[in-house]
């Protein structure tokens, strides 16, 4: 770490946090806990889970792809006391497939399906930050500003396009040239300019302000009161086998959450050498062991927060470290001060990010590389944004799967002809799942025909390969057909 580290690192701690800050308690609330709970869930995540990761850049703390998870879980088992019993033991889980190296099947999932989980979540940014940017003060969705009751507002929609507006400038070439401006990143800009407009908004117009909506964060006098709120797990719980089937669950999703992130980080922004998933899942278990014992969220890496981080010039983790103490001072001692940033900057950052990651390029790039990455993708973006993240993932590595067993069959056998010889051309190993692509192959070949098998690069032939070679073989004489080089003996 050093001085310019540090000076990038600094400015994008406070854009993290800022950003983190609503997320952390939007995401408590919208599970039905009080909103410290969410900001308890940060603050392990910022400190505990970062000093553990081997991410420089991943940001962890509450998901809000896991709030489903979290408000069915607490109704199968009852109360939230259980759960964090069901949630200490998810991280338990979670250190044991870290022991077991389990992270290394992350490989396995294709590029084209995180390029798609990437582009949903910054299309569902966008549609989840519209409102807000447009003045909605509670969950409303989309399709609410076309109903005629939205309540729009002037102000929000004022800040929001001048915070997009700061951080357009803020990309450009010839602001970047000027070394002065690169000490802060335009994120910040755009928020310093909301909290500006908040503070000044009522100077200029009386009710200007009345239909801001801004940040609400709870006052905490102390560690002690803070202490006072959180809630410790229910330890008699483990009775109830439902606690183990919502642990498992939890580490699974966490886990591959967590993982699929890093893979799409690491798009982002490179690492050499690669953060080890191993290594992450460890530091999530330690996390998650912690939240449970100490009354917060499940943890995930976020790819939100992270690309965020990254977005403004993050060089360590000590932006994320930082953004874990200022998510933890914040609620001590600078509630108020916090509370005069308006909803519509932040959400002027995050469709800033959206846009980022759902940019048209990434599209055209996709249509470029043929159907077999194009479909992939759009399957995982369609499948995340209407049933979830872990159905769209499965659907987009479904169809990926599918792809490519149809072009492994296309291209494992091909057949040439030359007058009445024909060149039969086997160039990987053949399962059963050949045997139809292979049959049609062999039907095509006519009467006293010479036909000749290249197979030097099949090292197996599955035993129903080897049938049906076997019985064209027999029946070849019968048909005038001359075999070379056939790959099975033939009676």
């Known amino acids: 770490m050093n001085l310019k580290t540090v000076r990038q690192d600094l400015p994008a701690g406070l854009v993290v946090f800022l950003v983190a800050l609503p997320l952390c308690l939007g995401i408590a609330q919208a599970s039905g806990l009080p909103p410290f709970v969410g900001l308890l869930t940060g603050v392990i995540g910022g400190l505990v889970v970062t000093s553990f990761s081997p991410s420089r850049f991943a940001v962890s703390g509450p998901a809000a792809g896991l709030v489903t998870i979290v408000v069915a879980s607490v109704e199968t088992l009852g109360s939230f006391s259980a759960f964090l019993l069901a949630l200490v033991l998810a991280g338990i889980f979670q250190l044991l497939l870290g022991l077991v190296r389990a992270g290394r099947f992350i490989a396995l999932v294709p590029g084209s399906v995180i390029k798609g989980m990437l582009a949903a979540i910054g299309i569902l940014l966008i549609m989840q930050q519209i409102p807000v940017a447009l003045g909605a003060r509670g969950d409303s969705s989309l399709g609410a500003i076309f109903s005629g009751d939205f309540p729009f507002s002037t102000a929000s929609i004022i800040v929001a396009a001048a915070g997009l507006l700061i951080m357009w400038l803020w990309s450009l070439p010839a602001v970047k040239k000027i070394k002065a401006l690169g000490w802060i990143p335009g994120p910040l800009i755009a928020v310093l300019f909301g909290g500006l407009v908040t503070f000044y908004g009522e100077r200029w117009q009386s009710d200007f302000n009345a239909d801001l909506a801004r940040i609400s964060l709870p006052a905490f006098g102390s560690l002690r009161a803070l202490a006072a709120e959180l809630e410790a797990p229910d330890w008699q719980a483990w009775r109830n086998p439902s606690v183990y089937v919502v642990a498992m669950t939890l580490a699974l999703v966490a886990s591959l959450e967590t993982l699929l992130s890093q893979q799409a980080l690491n798009k982002l922004r490179p690492q050499h050498p690669s953060p080890s998933p191993n290594r992450e899942m460890l530091a999530q278990g330690i996390g998650n062991t912690l939240a449970g014992l100490l009354g917060a969220l499940p943890i995930t890496a976020v790819i939100v927060r992270s690309s965020v981080n990254v977005s403004v010039g993050a060089q360590s983790k000590l932006s994320i470290l930082l953004h874990g103490i200022l998510l933890l001072l914040c609620g001590l001692w600078f509630s108020a001060l916090l509370n005069v940033i308006p909803l519509a900057s932040l959400a002027a950052v995050l469709l800033y990010t959206g846009y980022k990651l759902a940019a048209p390029r990434l599209f055209i790039e996709q249509i470029r590389l043929g159907a077999q990455q194009f479909v992939p993708f759009t399957i995982a973006i369609v499948g995340i944004i209407t049933c979830g993240m872990l159905i769209g993932i499965g659907l987009g590595i479904a169809t990926q799967i599918l792809y490519s067993l149809y072009k492994s069959h296309r291209n494992a056998m091909h057949l040439t002809r ?71 003996t033939v009676n």
Request: charged share 30%.
């Open 418 to 488: 030359c007058e009445d010889h024909y060149v039969l051309r086997l160039r990987q190993n053949l399962t059963f799942m050949h045997n139809p692509r292979l049959q049609h192959l062999l039907e095509t070949i006519p009467e006293n025909s010479v036909v000749v098998v290249e197979h030097d690069n099949v090292d197996y032939l599955d035993a129903d390969v080897k049938a049906v070679l076997k019985d064209f073989g027999e029946k070849a004489p019968e048909r005038g057909i001359r075999l070379s080089r056939w790959p099975v």
